[in-house]
């Protein structure tokens, strides 16, 4: 995923949902602003500066996590270096820098307009598992180029002479192969992967697994740790969101507005979430409050989306003429290789969004 941070707020701020699982990716985004504008603050001080991602989520860690965070960006090493960082008052005030609070909603976008290709060598028998849909994880050293992979990104898988696309839809960590097999294949946490979706024999065991992969990865490599990818097949991926945002009641510098009436200029999203609530449950985000779905099954999302609200157009009129609403519909399709026929909205979604007048915007993409 092609992350990059477009600001700070605080770790209360609904308009920025928390994102999750923050991964190698997330963090090396992070990490890159640090240190291009030399931040330096304690985990404590993390509460009121949290990066905002441009998909629109911020990351929000644990003080003791935000330590370990810093000391990396940093260049310090050791089990406890995140020590040094826990807390504002273990470092020099001198050193101490903290970003402005504010964020480019402007660059916010679909994390389908994120994701990455990256390519895989296999074995010839790994390709065959894979190609005959048996194999489902691939195992990799966590270095820095599998670090930069997330949930999302696709990867391309050569052998035999050709070639299968993938999509990550999970990730697992551990120290070694050994701990990592097991905590895949450990039913306590509801996990329910076997060897043979490793394209491994049935009767492996965890010890036989980091045996094989041993004779792959020196004992010096393995020292970066240990990662599973669980891969799905490639199909297009939909992004479906109807947004609902304020709009503004009059301009307060055009008009003879008196100072007590100021703050009506600009749209209250208590008010608004009070008007749409009857109506139907949408989420808070940074430009409103939308219903979003994103799915292999184009129909399937726009089900998702829309289903509860296609015969609520008149009370959402009225909501928008009581508070003052504006809404749109935003469509992003990510395609792996080469796009199928635009996806169609239907006659009844159509009719919905033009009697709200709505503004629709549909994107769409195609791996490089």
């Not at 923050?22 to 963090?27: D, I, L, Q, Y």
């Not at 997330?150 to 697992?172: C, K, N, P, Q, W």
């Not at 491994?200 to 490599?221: G, K, L, N, V, W």
């Amino acid at each position: 995923m092609n992350y990059e941070v477009i600001g700070w707020t605080y770790d209360t701020d609904m308009q920025y949902p928390d994102h999750a699982p923050v991964t190698a990716r997330v963090e090396l985004a992070v990490r890159r602003e640090i240190v291009e504008h030399g931040y330096c603050f304690g985990g404590d001080a993390h509460e009121e500066n949290c990066p905002v991602l441009n998909d629109g989520t911020k990351v929000c860690l644990s003080w003791r996590s935000w330590g370990g965070l810093m000391a990396r960006a940093r260049g310090e090493e050791g089990e406890y270096s995140y020590m040094h960082y826990y807390m504002n008052e273990l470092i020099d005030p001198a050193r101490r820098k903290y970003p402005k609070s504010t964020v480019d909603d402007g660059r916010i976008c679909s994390r389908l307009m994120l994701a990455e290709r990256f390519s895989m060598h296999l074995r010839d028998d790994m390709f065959d598992a894979m190609a005959s849909g048996k194999k489902r994880v691939e195992f990799r050293l966590f270095d820095d180029k599998r670090k930069a992979i997330d949930i999302g990104d696709y990867i391309e898988f050569t052998g035999h002479g050709g070639r299968l696309l993938r999509r990550v839809s999970a990730l697992f960590l551990d120290s070694d192969f050994e701990s990592l097999f097991g905590q895949m294949t450990c039913r306590d946490y509801g996990n329910t992967f076997c060897a043979e979706d490793f394209g491994s024999p049935a009767e492996t065991d965890a010890a036989a697994f980091a045996a094989a992969m041993s004779e792959i990865y020196t004992p010096e490599q393995q020292k970066a740790g240990a990662l599973a990818l669980v891969l799905e097949d490639a199909a297009p991926r939909y992004a479906v969101s109807f947004v609902v945002r304020g709009t503004e009641r009059f301009d307060p510098f055009e008009e003879d507005v008196p100072v007590e009436d100021f703050f009506e200029f600009f749209p209250d999203p208590f008010e608004i979430e009070e008007a749409l609530r009857p109506i139907a449950p949408f989420s808070r985000c940074a430009n409103g409050f939308r219903r979003f779905s994103e799915d292999a099954n184009w129909q399937a999302a726009l089900d998702e989306v829309f289903g509860e609200i296609l015969e609520k157009a008149d009370d959402l009129k009225a909501a928008a003429k009581k508070v003052g609403l504006a809404f749109s519909c935003e469509i992003v399709a990510l395609f792996p290789d080469m796009p199928p026929a635009e996806p169609v909205l239907g006659e009844k979604i159509e009719e919905f969004l033009h009697k709200l007048d709505a503004d629709v915007r549909f994107t769409q993409r195609v791996l490089p």
